[in-house]
């Protein structure tokens, strides 16, 4: 089966930083999203990963290893505005996305 | 102006009740996609839709239905609301093709009540 497993819920301080992790399980593998979720928001798209190795975009990285059917996304200096969930989701070999059921990301001054 | 707009926003309704959500999109996409979303789970595919006369069904699609009137426009009906189909529902476009990812773009969400 098609599977997505990530922390329910992670806290961290302003200015550290913090690791979500996601492990994924897809019928074939295209590709691996993070999006950030605010409370009764849309999803908005942060990175993507289909290689091996670590992609970064300003204080947002996100790292995949596809033999051990792993990702991380990494956030630097975490400012209040960060506090969100994070979706992890994977995309199959129809480019159809699976999602995980997020990670809440709560920030404490 | 908002690529991905839905309509209502909001809407309390009561069981038994048909309702249509509509999806209007200014992208230029071919794909559209209904989610719902519940408290604790993932994004769940209800419906999508590849062009005008490609409609597959996803994952939850029991209980819906959908109509994709033009490239813009995808609608989501419940024929008899349930309870249990309260949910905030997203639609979603994406490109396939053009954009090297397929990211999905979403609009802002129906937060569907039903008594």
């Known amino acids: 089966g098609q599977n997505i497993d990530q922390p329910t819920e992670m806290t961290a301080t302003e200015g550290a930083i913090v690791q979500i992790n996601c492990t994924y399980q897809?019928?074939?593998?295209?590709?691996l999203f993070w999006y950030q979720q605010h409370a009764g928001e849309a999803p908005t798209f942060l990175s993507y990963?289909?290689l091996d190795g670590l992609e970064e975009k300003g204080r947002f990285s996100s790292f995949l290893s596809r033999s051990k059917g792993y990702s991380y996304l990494l956030l630097k200096e975490l400012q209040m505005k960060d506090s969100a969930s994070y979706l992890c989701?994977?995309?199959?070999?129809?480019?159809?996305?699976?999602w995980g059921a997020g990670t809440k990301l709560i920030i404490k001054p | 102006d908002a690529d991905v707009t839905q309509t209502p926003r909001n809407r309390i309704t009561k069981t038994g009740k048909r309702i249509m959500l509509e999806c209007s999109q200014t992208?230029?996409?071919?794909?559209m996609y209904w989610y719902r979303q519940d408290p604790g789970l993932g994004l769940r595919l209800i419906y999508y839709?590849?062009?005008?006369?490609?409609?597959n069904k996803g994952e939850i699609s029991d209980g819906y239905s959908v109509s994709r009137q033009a490239q813009a426009k995808f609608s989501l009906s419940l024929e008899s609301a349930i309870p249990n189909q309260t949910a905030l529902y997203f639609c979603?476009?994406?490109?396939?093709?053009?954009?090297?990812?397929?990211?999905?773009?979403f609009g802002p969400g129906t937060r569907l009540t039903v008594l």
């Open positions: 990963n289909v």
């Open positions: 989701a994977g995309m199959d070999s129809n480019y159809q996305l699976i």
């Open positions: 839709s590849f062009d005008v006369k490609d409609i």
């Open positions: 992208k230029g996409h071919d794909r």
């Open positions: 979603a476009t994406s490109d396939f093709g053009r954009a090297p990812n397929n990211e999905q773009f």
């Open positions: 897809t019928s074939g593998f295209n590709g």
